[in-house]
């Protein structure tokens, strides 16, 4: 069974950092992406940033491009997202996804899912 649990969320200001992980079970390598998605309030969740385990492959969406980074660290079996510069909008729930077959950075290609962490940017 897979199993994906998240962790890092919180409250920050405007400007402000946080890093999220994600633990995903079993051996990474056996996975072809692990994928994080942001769900605004009212909104569906949409892909911010995805990356192969094997080779690193990064992709991130446009408005959180140059302020996020997403690495793996395959020893560990975590993925993270390191978020700077955090604005109101990126407040939500972040969620990461993992699939064993190559896809895009949307939620459709995702087949497993952990429960989300919850990230506030207010000042």
């Known amino acids: 069974q897979v199993q994906l649990v998240e962790s890092g969320g919180g409250s920050v200001q405007p400007g402000g950092s946080l890093r999220l992980s994600c633990v995903v079970s079993?051996?990474?390598?056996?996975?072809?992406?692990v994928g994080w998605f942001h769900q605004a309030p009212g909104k569906q969740p949409e892909g911010v940033s995805c990356i192969t385990m094997k080779d690193g492959i990064q992709y991130y969406r446009d408005p959180v491009r140059g302020r996020f980074t997403i690495s793996r660290d395959n020893a560990k079996n975590t993925v993270y997202l390191e978020m700077k510069d955090l604005k109101p909008e990126d407040t939500g729930v972040y969620t990461c996804?993992?699939?064993?077959?190559?896809?895009?950075?949307?939620?459709?290609?995702?087949?497993?899912w952990g429960k989300g962490t919850q990230v506030t940017v207010k000042s």
């Open positions: 079993g051996s990474p390598l056996d996975y072809h992406s």
């Open positions: 996804a993992t699939r064993f077959e190559y896809g895009l950075c949307v939620r459709a290609d995702f087949d497993f």
